[in-house]
């Protein structure tokens, strides 16, 4: 039977008069431990499903889709039945081989919601919860199922409906330098597709972050704006065909929202990290968390180039100046960048000429990583691939056995290349274009980190796929930029503004540690570019911005003009046992504590955006009853960013207790350090 097309609109427009198949029926439901946060999961009149949050009683994500668009079958979105529901606690706690604190509390209520649906062959899916009291993950469960046991998925129908007026920081995604954008600020209704973490504070203040953790052989998630502040997860697209290709049982990443009052209370959330699986390397001990110089900030200045020729930075001699210097001034590591055969070429835009065992001719390998090692210091390898993966994994194990022939165990990695051009291997031996952040790009990283890891070596990703919690899992996973590093000081268009490391913190830093390149008090890039930023911020970044392996990016010259700021990013560690958010705002300012991993010593950061404010820091944290001293940092009277004055920096020591509150002025575009010693 044909219907015409009167017919056509009379049945639709029945449809949409009959607001009981849009009923929602809640079908499960669950809270977190201590009651703060509630999930309810919905099904309508058409078996659609649905979940929404509670939060304090109080609707903060309205009823929001889940499903799917697949490319090989019928999509699974509507026509579900529950065939089974079920809710159970965790509670544990456990300990990293490095990070922010040493121990980690994992307590949260699962609910699992087994569906099917009977009109599709009885395809199956579980959607999973875990519901803490600072925040929420789902994930989405495929069985092994003869209906369905090649999933092609061309979207993912998840949506995050806003249920409150909301503020949005955020960066677009699948733009040309990929996350290295400007973190921006705009009603949440105004946003185009983001990447996450995406930080949303409501109009009550509450404070929310999306994002994703355990991102492993599946497409990235980006959130784009469908109308209002309704939101729909979209998956980084595939140039070869569906966005995600997966066989047999599979289960997606977590898709996470961290809750909070605010947004010191959204960084002190260990959410994803939670929801990675544990430790799959064993022992570890070879992993070590340190500062390091190096070949770098001289080629962004122009007094040095990566390729070869007069003013070849990476050559012998120039090396072993820097393990001198990293030697007599305690730092374990020395980053070579250009010390192989290749950057002649347009690496930026292919990289299939890079040599990753071939060293330049001025460049002594061998001998160099020798001379480090006696001086107590290692070599950093540095493997720039611009994007070509498929040369580069042609290399990749030859190049991490020849480092750890030589005891080089760590590399930075990096993948420079435009949107869209990284190259991959395909199936049939022909190299394909593609995104960085799509599955075979996840899947990319995770297998060079693993190789890595079968060489004993750790890896600091740059232009990476974004953090998602996996240095749980692979704890030689020390670092990632995936942000705008201090290199764009040096040579941006537009540098790092005054407000970029308090924009930071509560956005980019809510996935994990970031090489972030800091330690610049000679607060000048090329051609005389100036810093947005006081000499105190500089050392501020140290505590401020988290990662493991710190660099120390100055020029040594500019280090021995310094010597107070010097001796901070001398003493302060990159370790951490505990670490305690102070105070804050996105975008305006931050205050961090953090403790020492092998010392009874705390650190403290503050850093401000362009607007001079006093910021309180208590020291409740340090021992009750004990005296210590501390080393402060501070912008002097006069410091500014805008001027000559940015250099003003005033040191003193001042004995304190648990008691004690530091009340300390913050510069326009300033900072605050702090190192706090027992008494003795």
Not at 78 to 85: E, N
Not at 112 to 123: A, K, L, M, P
Not at 134 to 150: A, K, T, V
Not at 349 to 361: E, I, K
Request: aromatic share 10%; glycine share 8%; charged share 25%.
């Amino acid at each position: 039977m044909r219907l015409r097309p009167l017919a056509l609109a009379a049945m639709f427009t029945s449809y949409m008069a009959a607001p009981a198949v849009w009923a929602q029926t809640v079908v499960a439901t669950a809270s977190s431990p201590g009651g703060v946060l509630t999930v309810d999961v919905q099904l309508d009149g058409m078996g659609k499903l649905a979940y929404d949050i509670k939060r304090k009683g109080k609707e903060i994500i309205a009823p929001s889709h889940l499903g799917f668009n697949l490319a090989n079958a019928p999509k699974m979105d509507d026509g579900f039945t529950v065939k089974d529901k079920r809710v159970s606690e965790h509670d544990d706690t456990w300990e990293q081989p490095w990070g922010e604190r040493r121990y980690v509390r994992n307590h949260y209520r699962e609910l699992r919601v087994d569906v099917e649906q009977t009109h599709r062959s009885n395809r199956r899916l579980a959607i999973v919860f875990r519901i803490y009291d600072d925040g929420i993950g789902f994930r989405y469960e495929f069985p092994d199922q003869p209906q369905l046991r090649d999933v092609a998925i061309t979207d993912e129908l998840t949506e995050f409906v806003v249920a409150r007026p909301a503020t949005a920081w955020w960066i677009p995604a699948g733009e040309l330098s990929g996350l290295e954008q400007i973190v921006e600020k705009a009603p949440l209704a105004e946003i185009g597709t983001a990447n996450t973490p995406l930080t949303l504070r409501l109009d009550d203040g509450t404070h929310i972050a999306l994002h994703e953790a355990a991102l492993v052989d599946y497409a990235t998630m980006w959130v784009r704006k469908v109308a209002g502040q309704k939101l729909r997860a979209q998956l980084a697209p595939s140039t070869t065909g569906a966005a995600v290709v997966r066989h047999g049982a599979f289960t997606t990443p977590w898709r996470t929202l961290r809750i909070a009052d605010d947004a010191p209370g959204l960084y002190m959330s260990d959410l994803e990290l939670n929801l990675n699986e544990p430790n799959k390397l064993g022992d570890v001990s070879w992993v070590h968390p340190s500062k390091f110089v190096g070949v770098w900030w001289e080629m962004h200045l122009n007094k040095g180039t990566w390729n070869a020729g007069p003013k070849h930075a990476a050559n012998t001699a120039n090396v072993k100046r820097y393990i001198d210097f990293a030697a007599a001034n305690g730092f374990r590591g020395v980053l070579v960048e250009g010390w192989n055969r290749g950057w002649e070429s347009d690496w930026g835009h292919g990289g299939a000429d890079f040599s990753f065992t071939q060293p330049y001719p001025d460049f002594d390998l061998p001998a160099l990583a020798a001379y480090a090692q006696q001086k107590g210091v290692r070599l950093i390898g540095h493997h720039e691939t611009g994007g070509n993966v498929a040369a580069y994994e042609k290399q990749m194990d030859a190049a991490y056995k020849l480092y750890a022939k030589l005891g080089v165990d760590s590399v930075k990695s990096g993948y420079v290349h435009e949107a869209g051009t990284m190259q991959f291997p395909g199936p049939d031996g022909k190299v394909h274009y593609g995104n960085y952040d799509s599955q075979e790009g996840v899947r990319h990283f995770v297998n060079a980190v693993t190789a890595a890891a079968r060489y004993r070596i750790a890896v600091d990703t740059h232009e990476p796929v974004k953090d998602t919690g996996l240095r749980r899992t692979y704890p030689n996973w020390l670092a990632r930029e995936g942000a705008r590093g201090v290199e764009y000081n040096a040579w941006g268009e537009p540098p790092n503004a005054a407000d970029h490391e308090a924009k930071l913190v509560f956005t980019r830093m809510l996935s994990g540690p970031m090489d972030y390149t800091p330690g610049v008090p000679s607060l000048v890039g090329a051609g005389g570019k100036t810093f947005n930023s006081t000499q105190a911020k500089q050392l501020a970044d140290y505590v401020v911005i988290y990662s493991p392996l710190a660099m120390a990016a100055d020029l040594p010259e500019n280090y021995a003009k310094y010597p107070a700021a010097f001796k901070f990013i001398r003493d302060v560690p990159t370790d951490w046992a505990d670490t305690r958010v102070l105070n804050g705002a996105v975008g305006e300012y931050a205050t961090i504590a953090r403790k020492d991993r092998r010392s009874d010593a705390w650190y403290v950061g503050a850093v401000t955006d362009g607007t001079a404010r006093t910021v309180a820091v208590p020291l409740a944290f340090l021992d009750p009853g004990r005296q210590y001293v501390a080393e402060i940092y501070r912008d002097g009277e006069q410091a500014d960013y805008r001027n000559e004055h940015r250099f003003d920096l005033v040191t003193e020591t001042k004995t304190v207790t648990a008691k004690d509150v530091l009340d300390v002025r913050l510069a326009p575009g300033g900072g605050l350090a702090v190192r706090i010693v027992p008494k003795r």
